[in-house]
């Protein structure tokens, strides 16, 4: 079964500085896609970004990017110029159609961007 | 003009009740979820149907039960409630397949039994 670990439970970053969360997947699937999301206080879950494991390049969204090491099974993010409303949960998921058919979540990283 | 919605936002019950959570989606997709976030903030998935079909059943009691009446409603009824089904309840939906496209989700149900 595919597992998704965040080892950091909790992160904290100075506004306008840059942080990334970890994220460590386990599979056998080849291809499959990896998401960041994002659950602010307000609780609505939001995507941040998404991979897709056969595409090498790192995606990027703005202010944030991931660093893909498929050999590794790892998947971070990193957040650029943190502003204080990137304040959030932040959750790893994995995808696999060959897999079980659904989103894996990882147990969440709680980021807090002081002023 | 939201995109997934649940209602209630908040739902208080005793012990034994049973209730309803209900979900609507007007992004015209295929495929709708039910995930429960735990206290410790962990999502998991419960349920998941496309195109009014079960697809997938977790390992969740018999007391929940999911109902699609349309392709835009995906409603989840529980009975007899206990402590430990207090939790926040996310409805999301998504165009197809879940994981390949981005899932939507609702603004969450808090749950809380007596």
């Known amino acids: 079964a595919q597992t998704v670990t965040q080892s950091q439970p909790e992160m904290s970053v100075q506004e306008a500085e840059t942080v990334t969360l970890s994220c460590t997947y386990d599979?056998?699937?080849?291809?499959?896609?990896l998401f960041w999301y994002k659950q602010p206080p307000s609780r609505q879950m939001i995507l941040v970004i998404r991979?897709?494991?056969?595409?090498?390049q790192n995606a990027t969204e703005n202010r944030f990017s991931v660093n893909f090491q498929k050999a590794a099974k790892s998947f971070s993010l990193k957040i650029s110029d943190s502003q204080l409303g990137d304040t959030a949960m932040y959750f790893c998921?994995?995808?696999?159609?060959?897999?079980?058919?659904?989103?894996?979540f990882g147990k969440g990283t709680k980021l807090t961007v002081n002023p | 003009d939201t995109a997934v919605s649940q209602t209630p936002k908040y739902l208080v019950t005793q012990m034994g009740n049973d209730k309803s959570i209900k979900c609507e989606q007007n992004?015209?997709?295929?495929?709708m979820y039910w995930y429960k976030q735990d206290s410790k903030k962990f999502l998991k998935i419960m349920f998941s149907?496309?195109?009014?079909?079960?697809?997938i059943n977790e390992t969740v009691p018999n007391r929940f039960s999911p109902k699609s009446p349309d392709k835009a409603h995906l409603n989840l009824h529980i009975n007899s409630l206990e402590l430990g089904d207090s939790a926040v309840y996310f409805c999301?939906?998504?165009?197809?397949?879940?994981?390949?496209?981005?899932?939507?989700f609702g603004p969450g149900t808090r749950l809380t039994v007596l």
């Open positions: 999301a939906s998504s165009p197809g397949l879940a994981g390949v496209n981005e899932q939507f």
């Open positions: 992004l015209g997709h295929d495929t």
């Open positions: 599979t056998s699937e080849s291809n499959y896609y």
């Open positions: 149907y496309n195109n009014k079909e079960l697809i």
């Open positions: 991979q897709e494991a056969y595409k090498q």
């Open positions: 998921a994995f995808y696999s159609q060959g897999g079980s058919e659904k989103l894996v």
